[in-house]
């Protein structure tokens, strides 16, 4: 823009600009598209904003982005070309980061499906393996439960991700997976 150039929605690069908005995490310049009425449903252009945004570095503005385009109507559980939700790229690019404060935790508030599996067999309660994440781990699990997640749809995921935390001797992650299943397995009405 410094070197004139004018962003309309009506020009044929106008998908370009949101997503090299989204590419560059640039939060103000996303919403002064947004504000001059780009289309971020725009066929084509829908899945790769939400998708941009949940895969971007954790940053700040990775929530911001996400919580914008939320607001403007995306769809919180879209699929990529893989068969992936935007909660799924969240946690593979945050999981050394408080999911409280990131896309993670965003997601999970807003209703993205926590036990969700993609076309590569890939869950939430999986890839936190990735890394050093007990704090997903524990954002994935108490979405879970306040969601009231039936035992039978959960159980599977439960049991491999216990297989998995015993084989990565991972202790807390393990304290926190036992946790939920047997919570999840013998619930207690309040």
């Known amino acids: 823009m410094e070197h004139g150039f004018d ?3 009506d020009r044929p690069d106008a998908a370009s600009a949101l997503r090299e908005a989204a590419i560059e995490a640039n939060v103000p310049y996303l919403r002064f598209l947004l504000d001059r009425g ?7 252009v829908e899945s790769n ?3 941009l945004a ?3 570095e954790p940053l700040p503005e990775a929530a911001l982005m996400l919580d914008m385009l939320l607001a403007e109507g995306l769809d919180i559980n879209a699929l990529d070309f893989c068969g992936q939700t935007p909660l799924l790229q969240s946690v593979k690019r945050q999981m050394n980061y408080d999911p409280t404060v990131g896309a993670v935790g965003l997601l999970l508030s807003r209703g993205a499906n926590p036990i969700f599996r993609c076309t590569k067999g890939e869950y939430p309660l999986m890839l936190y393996f990735s890394g050093d994440a007990e704090k997903i781990l ?3 699990s108490n979405a879970i439960e306040a969601r009231g997640i039936p035992f ?3 159980e599977t995921q439960l049991l491999q991700a216990m297989e998995q935390a015993v084989y990565r001797k991972s202790d ?4 926190i997976l036992r946790r939920l299943y047997w919570r999840r397995r013998y619930p207690v009405d309040g």
């Open 7 to 9: 962003p309309r929605p």
């Open 38 to 44: 780009f289309d971020p449903q725009t066929l084509g």
């Open 49 to 51: 904003l939400i998708f």
């Open 54 to 56: 949940a895969a971007l």
């Open 138 to 140: 524990e954002a994935i």
């Open 152 to 154: 039978a749809d959960v």
């Open 172 to 175: 807390e992650a393990l304290r």
